[in-house]
């Protein structure tokens, strides 16, 4: 009864996408995340002036230029996270990555981008529509890497993020989730196109 109780509790909390080049873990539980990635780096922003504009200030990363502020928000963790100055913004990184996710108020939506010079493509997407404070959305890739990350929602305007993690890891596949994934009707997917650079 237990394991069958442990196995809906990790069901819930993240989906599995399988592709025939790709597979991904697509999270909303932190903790869940933390275990399978081991964290990685967090970028919680307290250093940053708030209103300052996001660009290479932070070690190993560069936000595309006018698209995010550090914001001061009581609802934030440690009170400091960062805003999109419109409804998106694009995270580039000096260093392919295997996973990504952010803390967050409200909804959001994630692309994960492997730009090779001659276009991008995006790798896998996951979004969460829940409103609300200290929500998590993150992907976690088992195959592939990625080196942009567009942050966005097209629905109600700038998005607002408290801390951001990203990093490398081996990122394992418990073998009975598929399996069980299938049999209880959780989505498989896999998303890979190339967009014009």
Do not use: C
Not at 110 to 123: A, K
């Amino acid at each position: 009864m237990l394991m069958k109780m442990t196995l809906k509790k990790t069901i819930a909390s993240f989906l599995i996408l399988f592709g025939t080049e790709a597979a991904a873990l697509s999270f909303t539980d932190k903790a869940l995340f933390d275990q399978v990635t081991g964290g990685g780096t967090t970028v919680d922003f307290t250093g940053l002036n708030v209103g300052e504009a996001l660009t290479d200030q932070i070690a190993g990363i560069e936000f595309a230029s006018g698209t995010a502020l550090a914001h001061l928000e009581g609802q934030f963790n440690d009170n400091r996270g960062f805003r999109s100055d419109g409804n998106e913004t694009t995270i580039f990184f000096n260093e392919d990555q295997t996973f990504f996710g952010a803390t967050r108020l409200g909804p959001l939506s994630i692309e994960l981008i492997n730009f090779d010079g001659g276009g991008e493509t995006i790798v896998e997407s996951a979004i969460s529509v829940e409103t609300g404070t200290n929500l998590f959305l993150g992907i976690a890739l088992v195959s592939e890497t990625f080196n942009r990350v567009r942050l966005f929602d097209d629905v109600t305007g700038p998005i607002f993020v408290d801390d951001i993690q990203f990093g490398v890891a081996e990122i394992p596949v418990p073998p009975m989730l598929p399996l069980y994934a299938g049999i209880v009707g959780v989505g498989f997917a896999f998303r890979k196109f190339a967009r014009p650079s």
